[in-house]
C-alpha cells in the first residue's frame, strides 16, 4: 500500500500525453469527417426502419436528422481536444457523443469503436492539457510534470489491449487450423506481388496465426523496455499497416500507431512539441512569454479519481473473462463476446429466416428480412443470437399491431463458423417472441457440433 | 519477459497436445485460383450462347407473330404459343445474368415481372399510347404480358382468335403483340451484342476481389438469382410461404395453366450448368462454382450443393404441371419442394460464399 501511494506521488514529464491528446484529437475528428463523408450517418442511422439497440441502452436512438448534429458535437469537441481547449469540457462531451453514437445501433459494433469510448472516458481524469494546450494561453499557465500514473494509465489500458487480443488467439482454430486467415488470405489474390504467392500458401496462413498471436501477446512489453522499444514501434508500423493493407479496418491501425507513441520517452514527445511550433509559428504569432511555467501539476479531488481509476482498470482485467460463466462454445454462442478484444478472429455467417405463426391456428408466413432490416443488420443479425432475438420482438410486435392474433416467431437459422459445414444455430421450435432478453443464457441456442479449445 | 515466454510456450504445448485430430490440409500448390479462366468459360460458353440462343428463339417469335398478326387463326396461334414457350425456356437461361448491359438497361425489369397487370395491358391497349420501357410498364411487357395475350384475354381460343381478327378494337390488340415482341427483340439484340462486342473482355478482366468486380458481382447475382427468381417467385410465393394465405394466381405462366413446372425445372438446369460450368446446350465443363470449390478444398460441399440441387428437382418433379392447380389441391407439395430450394440457399449463401469469402456487394462498413 505504501509503495502504491509512493508511485501515485511520482511525477513525470507531461509532453506525452500532450503528444497523445493532440493525436487522439486530430485522428477522431479526421474519423468523425470520414465516417460522414462515406456517407455512412445516412446508411447506418437513418435508413434503417429499426435500430439492434445493447441491452439496457434501448433508449438511445438516432434522432432523425438532428444525428447530424451528434457528430458534428462529436467531430467538434475531438478538434477542441486535440487543441487542448475548454480540454475536460472537451473530452467529456466527447466520451457521451462518441459514446451515444456508438449505444445507437449496434450492428456497427468494432472493437475498436469501444476502445475509443473507454479511452475517452479514462482521458476525462487526466490532465492531458498540462502542457501545449490553448488552455495553458488562456489560463497564462502551463505545467511541466503530472503524476506518473496518468500516462502509465494510457501505457496500461492499450496494453490490455494487445494482450488481451493475443490471448484471445490462442485457441486450436486459429492455431492449429490456421483459421479464419487461411478463408481470408487466399481471398486477397488480387494483391500486387504477395497476392497470388505468399497468400496462397498454407504455410503463410499459420506463419501469419503464430506471429500474429505472438505480436498480440509480446508488443505491450517489447515497448514498455527502452532497449526493445524502437524495434517493437517498428513491428506496430508493419503490422497495423500490412493489416489495414489486407482488411477494411478503416482508422484502427493508425489509432493505435499514434497511440503507442506515448511508450516513448519525454525527450521524443518534446521535439514532436517543438517541432509542431516551429510549423505554428510560421502561422501565428503566439506570445508565450506571459505564460508562466508550474513544476507540477496538482490533480483534484484525487480521493476520487484514484479509487475510480483502479475500479475502472479492475472491470477491464475481469471483465473479458465472463465468458466463463456460460456455458456453451464462445465462437458460437458469442455470450461475453462483446467488448473483449476478441478482434478480427473468427469468420462466421449464417442465414437465418423468420416464420411467422398464428399458434392456434399454426398458419404461418416466413418474413422476407429485406423489407425490414439493410444488408448490413441482416448480415449482423443472421449468426448472432442477440440480434436474433431482438428482431423477432421487433417482428412479433410488427405483426401483432398489424392485427396479427396469437403471433409466435419461429427461427430456421443456420451458421457457418471458420470454413466448418453449416449447421442449425436456434432451436426452431422455441417461440423467440415469449424469450426476454437478459445476462442469462441463452438456452435456445443449439450446441456447436465441434470443439474449439483455448481461451 | 522470460517467465512470460515459458508460461505461453506452456500454454501453447498444452493446446497443441489436446487437439491432436486437427490435421491440416494443403488444397493447393500455391497458385490461387484461375478466376479469369472461370469468367472465361461463363462468358464463353454458357452466357453468350444463352442469349443468343434467346435471340434467336424471339426472332423465331417476332415470325409466327408477324404470320399471327397477317392471318389470325388457330394454325398461326398454335405456332405462336409454341414459339413463346420455346423462348420463355430459354430465357429461364439467362435470367440469372443480371449483369452488364442488361443490369444498366434494367433488362430483367423488362422481360418477366409478374404476375402481369392485365389493366395495366388493357389500359395501355385501349389507350394505344404507352412507353413500354417505363417502370409503370414493367409488369405489363415481356413474357407474362405474352401470356395474357396468348392465353388470357378471352375464355376460348376462338374468342381469343377474334380479339385480333373481327373485334373492333383488333388493329389495337395486334399493335400490342407486336410492340411488346418487338421490345424483347430489340433488348436482348441490345444485351447480346454489347456482350459480344466490348463486354464479353470487360467480364473477363474482372477477377478482382472488389464489390464492383464482375466474378463478385456474378456470385452475388447467381444466389441472388437463385434465392428471388427461382425459389420465392417461381415457388414460395404461391405456396403462401410469405403471406397469410397462398396465391396461387402469383404462378408463372398463369394464364397458360400448363407449363409453370416446365418453367421451374428449366431455371433450375440452367441454375445447376452455372454451378458445375456446364456448357450451354452440352455437356463437357469448365472452371465453375464447382472447381472453385474443389480447389479450395471443399469437395464435399459442392456434391452436397449438386445433391441438394437434385432433391429440389425430385421435389418440382412432384408437383402438378400447373402450380395453381398444385396449390389449389395440395400446397403442402409446393412448399416441400421450397424447402428443398431453401436448404440450397444456405449451402450457396452461408457454405459457398464464406468459402469463397467474397466481398459483398451491399456491405459498406469498416470492419474489427
Known sequence: ?455 | MKKIFSVLVLTLFIVACSSSDDTPTTPNGGESFDRAGMLRNLADNLIIPAYQDLSTKLNALGTSKDNFVATPNQTNLDALRSDWLTAYKAWQHVEMFNIGKAEEILYHFQMNIYPVSTTDVENNIANGNYDLTHPNNNDAVGFPALDYMLYGIAATDVDIIEKYDTNADASKYKNYLSDLIDQMKLLTQEVVSDWTTVYRDIFVAGTSNTATSAANKFVNDFIFYYEKGLRANKIGIPAGNFSTTPLPEKVEAFYNQEVSKELAIEALNAVQNVFNGTQFGGSATGESFKTYLTFLDRVELATMINNQFNTARGKIQELNANFYTQVNTDNTKMTQAYDALQAGVILLKVDMLQAFNISVDYVDADGD
Open chain 1, 1 to 455: 500500500m505504501n509503495r502504491f501511494l509512493t508511485y501515485i506521488q511520482q511525477q513525470t514529464n507531461a509532453a506525452p500525453l500532450a503528444v497523445f491528446r493532440v493525436g487522439f484529437g486530430v485522428m477522431m475528428c479526421y474519423g468523425i469527417i470520414r465516417f460522414w463523408v462515406h456517407g455512412w450517418i445516412e446508411s447506418i442511422y437513418l435508413d434503417p426502419k429499426f435500430h439492434f439497440s445493447y441491452y439496457g441502452f434501448e433508449w438511445v436512438q438516432p434522432i432523425g436528422e438532428y444525428t447530424y448534429l451528434i457528430f458534428a458535437i462529436c467531430g467538434l469537441s475531438a478538434l477542441f481536444v486535440a487543441l487542448g481547449l475548454k480540454y475536460r469540457l472537451a473530452i467529456v462531451t466527447f466520451f457521451l457523443s462518441f459514446t451515444y453514437i456508438e449505444l445507437m445501433e449496434k450492428t456497427t459494433y468494432l472493437n475498436h469503436y469501444y476502445f475509443i469510448s473507454i479511452l475517452s472516458f479514462l482521458m476525462i481524469f487526466l490532465p492531458a492539457n498540462a502542457t501545449f494546450s490553448v488552455d495553458n494561453l488562456i489560463r497564462k499557465k502551463r505545467y511541466q510534470h503530472i503524476p506518473r500514473w496518468t500516462i502509465d494509465a494510457i501505457k496500461l489500458l492499450l496494453g490490455i489491449v494487445y494482450f488481451y487480443a493475443g490471448l484471445a488467439k490462442i485457441n486450436s482454430d486459429w492455431l492449429f487450423k490456421a483459421q479464419p486467415l487461411k478463408i481470408w488470405l487466399p481471398s486477397k489474390y488480387d494483391l500486387p506481388f504477395i497476392g497470388n504467392t505468399l497468400m496462397q500458401q498454407d504455410w503463410f496462413h499459420y506463419a501469419m496465426s503464430w506471429s500474429g498471436m505472438l505480436y498480440d501477446l509480446c508488443i505491450p512489453f517489447l515497448l514498455l523496455y527502452r532497449k526493445t522499444r524502437l524495434f517493437a514501434f517498428a513491428l506496430v508500423v508493419f503490422f497495423h499497416v500490412f493489416t489495414r493493407v489486407l482488411f477494411p479496418i478503416g482508422m484502427f491501425p493508425f489509432v493505435m500507431i499514434v497511440g503507442t507513441l506515448i511508450f516513448f520517452d519525454a525527450g521524443f514527445h518534446e521535439k514532436v512539441i517543438a517541432f509542431i511550433k516551429t510549423i505554428l509559428h510560421r502561422f501565428l504569432n503566439i506570445n508565450t512569454t506571459v505564460i508562466d511555467t508550474i513544476s507540477t501539476y496538482k490533480i483534484a479531488y484525487t480521493n476520487f479519481i484514484i479509487p475510480l481509476v483502479v475500479t475502472f482498470f479492475t472491470i477491464q482485467l475481469l471483465f473479458p473473462f465472463r465468458y466463463l460463466l456460460y456455458p456453451g462454445e464462445l465462437f458460437w454462442t458469442e455470450q461475453g463476446y462483446r467488448f473483449s478484444w476478441r478482434v478480427m478472429l473468427m469468420e462466421k455467417m449464417g442465414n437465418t429466416t423468420f416464420k411467422i405463426i398464428d399458434k392456434k391456428t399454426g398458419a404461418f408466413f416466413y418474413v422476407n428480412n429485406g423489407d425490414f432490416l439493410t444488408p448490413l443488420q441482416e448480415k449482423q443479425m443472421s449468426f448472432q443470437p442477440d440480434f436474433i432475438l431482438e428482431y423477432a420482438h421487433y417482428l412479433g410486435n410488427h405483426f401483432t399491431s398489424q392485427g396479427h392474433e396469437n403471433v409466435g416467431v419461429y427461427v430456421e437459422s443456420y451458421v457457418a463458423l471458420n470454413g466448418r459445414l453449416s449447421q442449425p444455430f436456434i432451436d426452431k421450435n422455441v417461440d423467440l417472441y415469449q424469450q426476454k432478453e437478459s445476462f442469462k443464457h441463452k438456452h435456445w441456442i443449439l450446441p456447436f457440433n465441434d470443439e474449439i479449445k483455448g481461451f
